[in-house]
């Protein structure tokens, strides 16, 4: 099929802690609910391509109608114009989370949702109830897909179509107040980390995960 080219309609859904708006976009209208994070940390830029060309990609599968697709395009612009993980208070959004395991710290917050971005995308979650949230990460030297909640399953299908490895968080250090902890393992909610190799060209990270991407958003 010929991919159709998708303009987005850009909904604000928040504001990060220098004024710039975070937005969303909606693709398809059916009833599995997934939700696609382009980016939490402000240098782990590798899924760009991804997050652009997903949507296109679900249209020429023709499944918009199995889907109803969100796509966040980066929760943390301050951090990406800064080139910096954390956002513009210097927090790690990805350990600011209301989880059991919180740590209160100047790189965590003070409390959990202390910071605009991690409130606005904890709120998000609550209003979509998504089937499916994956965010896109990247890691120095490696790259394999991590799993939170009931979705190895997914991971495992994940595996097979990219070549990228399963990681078990348990395998790697603790994360408090992560949204991986949150929403996967308090909410049972299903979420994939995507760790690109860091410095990946973003076009190459697309290109080796497109079809992987596409059979877990359709759960196919």
Same mark, same amino acid.
């Given at each position: 099929? +010929?991919? !159709? ?5 850009w909904k604000v859904f928040g504001e990060s802690?220098?004024? &710039?708006?975070?937005?969303? #976009? ?5 009833? &599995? ?21 997903? $949507?296109?990609?679900? @249209? #020429? ?8 697709l969100t796509v966040l395009e980066d929760v943390n612009p301050d951090g990406t114009a800064s ?14 989370? $209301?989880?059991?395991?919180?740590? $209160? =710290? ?12 991690? &409130?606005?995308?904890?709120? @998000? ?5 998504? =089937? /499916? ?20 399953? @997914? ?10 490895? +399963? ?5 790697? #250090?603790?994360?408090?107040?992560? /949204? ?17 190799? &860091?410095? !990946?060209? $973003? ?13 877990? +958003?359709?759960?196919?």
């Amino acid at each position: 099929a +010929v991919a !159709r080219s998708v303009e987005p309609t850009w909904k604000v859904f928040g504001e990060s802690v220098q004024g &710039r708006p975070l937005r969303m #976009a909606t693709y398809g209208s059916g009833p &599995r609910r997934v939700l696609w994070v382009g980016g939490i940390h402000g240098n782990e830029r590798e899924g760009v391509v991804a997050t652009a060309s997903l $949507p296109a990609a679900l @249209l #020429a599968a023709d499944r918009e109608r199995k889907v109803t697709l969100t796509v966040l395009e980066d929760v943390n612009p301050d951090g990406t114009a800064s080139k910096q993980r954390g956002n513009a208070n210097g927090v790690d959004l990805n350990r600011n989370f $209301p989880t059991k395991n919180f740590q $209160p =710290h100047r790189f965590f917050g003070k409390q959990p949702l202390s910071q605009p971005e991690s &409130r606005a995308l904890h709120e @998000l979650i609550l209003t979509l109830k998504p =089937h /499916l949230v994956i965010v896109a990460h990247s890691w120095s030297g490696d790259h394999f897909i991590n799993f939170d909640g009931p979705a190895q399953h @997914l991971a495992e299908r994940f595996a097979k179509l990219s070549g990228y490895p +399963v990681r078990e968080s348990g395998d790697m #250090a603790a994360t408090p107040g992560s /949204l991986g902890s949150w929403a996967g393992v308090e909410n049972a909610i299903p979420i994939l980390t995507l760790e690109y190799l &860091r410095g !990946r060209e $973003p076009n190459a990270a697309w290109a080796e995960t497109e079809q992987a991407i596409l059979a877990v +958003v359709l759960d196919a």
